[in-house]
C-alpha cells in the first residue's frame, strides 16, 4: 500500500509541475511565451488561453483525493485528450520528434498515475 502510494504521489506530482505549475507561471512571469506550443502549430492564441486554465484545473484536480472520484476521473480524461491532441499535432504540423516524443512520455507518466490511484482507491474500499 505504501509503495502504490509514493508512485501515484511521485507521478502525480510531476503532472502537477508539466502540466499545471509550468504553465501557469509561464502566463504569470513570461507571458510573451504563453502561446510558444500553440502559435507554431496554427491555434490562436484564446485557444493557448483556455489550454492553460484547463491544464491548471485538471492537474489541480488529480492533485486533491478529497474530489469525487468522478470528477478526478474527467480530469485524467481531459488531460489525456490534451496530450493526445498535442502529439498529433505535432505529428501532423511540425515532424520534430523531440516535440513528439514529450506528450508521449508525459502521458505515459499520466498513465501510471491513474493506474496506482485506481489501486488506492480499490484498496481503501476493500478496507
Known amino acids: 500500500m505504501k509503495k502504490n502510494r509514493i508512485i501515484f504521489w511521485i507521478t502525480t506530482s510531476i503532472i502537477f509541475l508539466l502540466e499545471g ?5 509561464t502566463l504569470l ?3 510573451e511565451y504563453f502561446n510558444a506550443g500553440t502559435k507554431p502549430l496554427g ?17 489541480t484536480a488529480i492533485m486533491l483525493p478529497q474530489l469525487p472520484n468522478k470528477l ?6 481531459g488531460l489525456s485528450f490534451n496530450l493526445l491532441f498535442a502529439t498529433y499535432s505535432h505529428i501532423m504540423v511540425d515532424k520534430n520528434i523531440s516535440y513528439i516524443v514529450m506528450p508521449v512520455v508525459v502521458g505515459g507518466v499520466l498513465v501510471i498515475s491513474y493506474i496506482y490511484n485506481h489501486k488506492i482507491q ?4 476493500i478496507n
Open 21 to 25: 505549475l509550468m504553465p501557469l507561471s
Open 29 to 31: 512571469f513570461a507571458h
Open 43 to 59: 491555434y490562436p492564441d484564446y485557444f493557448a488561453y483556455a489550454l492553460i486554465i484547463c491544464k491548471v484545473l485538471g492537474a
Open 72 to 77: 478526478r476521473e474527467w480530469a485524467y480524461a
Open 122 to 125: 480499490s484498496l481503501e474500499n
